[in-house]
Antibody, heavy 128, light 107 residues
Framework: QVQLQESGPGLVKPSETLSLTCTVA??????????WNWIRQAPGKGLEWLGY???????TYSPSLRSRLTMSLDTSRNQFSLKLNSVTAADTALYFC????????????????????WGQGTLVSVSS | DIQMTQSPSSLSASLGDTVVISCFTS??????LNWYQQRPGRAPKLLIS???NLQAGVPSRFSGSGFGTDFTLTINSLQPEDFATYYC?????????FGGGTKLEIK
């Protein structure tokens, strides 16, 4: 059974960097069959996709966060990570990591069938 | 970016009812539309992938249909555990996106 677990500080000060890690069990982040995603949910709001990373270490980010977001892969620890800099109160949210299965992939297209496994989520508050 | 519009944003229904949730996309996404159920304080759960493929363990009262830009999630014979929030999500583009959600409440 695949399991994902988020970890990181629950409180970050404004203007600082939010750093989270997702540890994967029951699968390998080296797999070429999956993309590894971050998704967040502000209190009382809907789901917001942040970005994904895959086995080569390449990442794709949401345009709205691209300038502040960096994702990385640690294959030795079977983890992937997120760093969001210059945070504000608007970044307060429940952050989820999730696996996404690739159905089709070419140089210009990418089709998947959704986020099949999720972490339980970790709440990050931005406050001084 | 592909914009997603879910309708309605909230819905009240009774046990045993059938409900339909709609999801519209700003451009053609073929069949690459997925549905999730989220209960309060929990991670979303994938119910249906690529428009109509029911995930293992999901009751058959859930079904999905559509193609292109218009999609629906139908829940037949509502059970107590079905009262939750539902999200659609497109996986056609490399830039992913979710609908705003539909909160299903007990009447």
């Amino acid at each position: 059974q695949v399991q994902l677990q988020e970890s990181g500080p629950g409180l970050v000060k404004p203007s600082e960097t939010l750093s989270l890690t997702c540890t994967v069990a029951g699968d390998t982040v080296r797999s070429g069959s999956y993309h590894w995603n971050w998704i967040r949910q502000a209190p009382g709001k809907g789901l917001e996709w942040l970005g994904y990373i895959y086995n080569g270490g390449s990442a794709t980010y949401s345009p709205s966060l691209r300038s502040r977001l960096t994702m990385s892969l640690d294959t030795s620890r079977n983890q992937f990570s997120l760093k969001l800099n210059s945070v504000t109160a608007a970044d307060t949210a429940l952050y989820f990591c999730a696996r996404e299965r690739i159905l089709e992939k070419t140089a210009i297209t990418r089709r998947t069938n959704g986020f099949d496994f999720w972490g339980q989520g970790t709440l990050v508050s931005v406050s001084s | 970016d592909i914009q997603m519009t879910q309708s309605p944003s909230s819905l009240s229904a009774s046990l045993g009812d059938t409900v339909v949730i709609s999801c519209f996309t700003s451009q053609n996404i073929d069949r690459f539309l997925n549905w999730y159920q989220q209960r309060p304080g929990r991670a979303p759960k994938l119910l249906i992938s690529t428009t109509s493929n029911l995930q293992a363990g999901v009751p058959s009262r859930f079904s999905g249909s559509g193609f292109g830009t218009d999609f629906t999630l139908t829940i037949n014979s509502l059970q107590p555990e079905d009262f939750a929030t539902y999200y659609c999500q497109q996986s056609f583009s490399s830039l992913l996106s979710f609908g705003g959600g539909t909160k299903l409440e007990i009447k």
